[in-house]
């Protein structure tokens, strides 16, 4: 079994704002945590969510392809032990109640 080797870019200014690469395909995934910071998800990007540990995360693709979104939910369980946090729930729409997270432009 074939397993994908992803790496992660993180910002020293923001720790919320890393960035997961696949070493083996073109996806990359932006890391948001939605307990402190604001997130309006792209229409034109895969948005998947996760709790870990009280705290919920937002997962959004990056220029997506059609092949490599295959890899996604890969990527994020490979964050999840990341963050010491192996049990993740990775979840298809926001959780949050619609008022707190409504697109606000």
């Not at 910071?37 to 709790?51: A, T």
Request: hydrophobic letters at 35%; a negative charge.
């Amino acid at each position: 079994m074939d397993y994908n080797v992803y790496l992660l870019a993180t910002d020293p200014q923001n720790p919320c704002r890393d960035v997961i690469h696949s070493r083996d395909t073109r996806l990359k995934v932006k890391v948001y945590c939605l307990d402190e910071e604001q997130f309006s998800p792209d229409d034109n990007e895969i948005q998947l969510y996760g709790y870990a540990d009280q705290k919920l995360y937002a997962f959004e693709t990056v220029s997506v392809a059609a092949e490599d979104a295959l890899d996604l939910v890969g990527a994020i369980q490979w964050y999840a032990h990341y963050i010491e946090f192996p049990e993740m729930e990775i979840l298809p729409e926001d959780p949050r109640p619609r008022a707190q997270y409504r697109d606000v432009k």
